[in-house]
């Protein structure tokens, strides 16, 4: 039978008092403490407008928060009777000597608070897990993200020296030295795109953006399995648009190096199917994982990413497209839904520190001449929140003249239009339409 202590919610009344004693005789000390505590951290009522008024003064300038003052505060806040009068307010001071023990006390008042909040989300979870209008997977990735926001919440902020960072930069830079790895992120099997950004790196957002039947489907792909195929490197391709059929069978005559017309319609030659095989058994082998869902929900897309991050240790995600996920919230205008999207993929990049790699329209406006920034589809966000940006641009066919040299060649620009950590600038690229896939400028086009 439970005891009336496992009804009672976490809390150290001792704790809440001797913190707010050590701020009233050391002002300083409050800088300490909102490391670690906010007002909603206090489980007294009491505790928590009498911090609630210390804040304020803090927030106002008013450095100098002792008795008198918190009581006048909390007069004007018309909540001085519910902090317990000025009796109350006075009586914190004798708790604690000293403020020397602050962040100890902060720390009582976090530890406490968290368990709160983990009660809390136990409950909610258990009243939605019994609700059978809701689907078990939307249970689940909100559950996941409901802890995830609680471990953000309570996350200590702290800063660091910069005595602390310069030994681990050079231990980094040193590293960085010794190692046979030309770049520090994950190479696209572009070298002259990894020269300018040293490969993809982690936690970052990464754009592709270009207009309908310019490639960009084929670039990711062609990057994906040049990580997962070539370089052995976990890498996960969720597909919005295609089918996982089609993108098997686009793997295959890129890596069999035979014409996708060719099997599509299954006229092949006897000796195709030597080079079938061997082009499927390194697909085979690759740890590339794809998730094949139309009208993808973001929630959805969360949940099978950390899955994915969790149980096959993919070190990269490419999302095809970014305007297909399906936001959660449809009562707000597209561009807000958009944006929601954007933000989402920033912050799971850093949740999973991975790159993530998301394909964008332009709009149409950028049909016919080089995009820019300002030709992302639907929401200035997305330019925002990405880390690099980058374009593909190709003449289209009907804007070639017949018999000229750039008819048929495939030749394509890629456009770093943004990129935080590194240069801008433009790169040589060219596609193959027999094989769907894009090649090196520089390489022979077979």
Known sequence: MPSLKDKVPPHNDEAEQAALGAILLDNDAIDAALLYVKAEDFYSNANRRVFQAILNLHNQGQRRADIITVVAELRRMEELDAAGGPAYVASLTSVVPSSANIEHYARLIQDCSLRRSLLRVSAEINTRSFDESVESRVVLEET?????????????????????????????????????????????????????????????????????????????????????????????????????????????????????????????????????????????????????????KLLDLRSQARRLRSQQEVRIIFIDYLTLITSDNYNIPRHEQIAEVSRSLKSLARELDIPVVALSQLRRDAEGKMPNLSDIRESGSIEQDADLVMFLHRERETDVKPGSKKENDGATKLIIAKQRNGPVGIIDIVFLPRYAKFVPFARERQ
Request: hydrophobic share 40%; glycine share 6%; net charge negative.
């Open 144 to 296: 996941q993200q409901l802890i995830f926001e609680l471990g953000e919440d309570k996350k200590t902020s702290t800063f660091k020296s910069a005595r602390d960072l310069m030994p681990r930069a050079i231990d980094m830079i040193e590293k960085l030295y010794r190692s046979k790895d030309a770049y520090t992120g994950i190479p696209s099997g572009f070298d002259d795109l990894d020269t300018q950004t040293s490969g993809f790196q982690n936690s970052e957002l990464i754009i592709i953006g270009a207009r309908p039947s310019v490639g960009k489907t084929a670039l990711a792909l062609t990057m994906a399995a040049h990580i997962a195929i070539g370089q052995k490197i976990p890498a996960a391709f969720f597909s919005l648009e295609m089918s996982d059929m089609a993108l098997a069978l686009r793997l295959i005559s890129s890596e069999a190096k035979i014409e996708s017309e060719k099997i599509r319609s299954g006229i092949l030659q006897p000796k195709d199917f030597h080079s079938l095989m061997d082009a499927a058994g390194r697909i085979y082998d690759a740890p590339l994982y794809i998730v094949d869902t139309p009208g993808m």
